[in-house]
């Protein structure tokens, strides 16, 4: 399983070059959620984890290289 906190949804938003709006329309939350993830005031639920990593196709390898960009 792909271990999915703020810092990768930061990054994987900043690669695809979405808004939080356009992020979270994606995995079916608000725009102010992904905010709140994003500066560690909310956790990536099991559930919501499931939905980034199937909507994103996101492999362990493929969210270590997202981790290894600089910020």
């Not at 994987?12 to 079916?28: C, M, N, S």
């Amino acid at each position: 399983m792909v271990k999915v906190d703020s810092e990768l949804v930061i990054r994987l938003r900043a690669v695809e070059g979405l808004t939080q709006d356009e992020f979270g329309r994606r995995i079916k939350v608000t725009g102010g959620m992904i905010s709140e993830i994003e500066r560690g005031m909310k956790q990536v639920s099991r559930k919501l984890a499931i939905r980034i990593v199937a909507e994103f196709g996101l492999t362990p390898e493929s969210a270590q290289r997202l981790r290894e960009l600089p910020a």
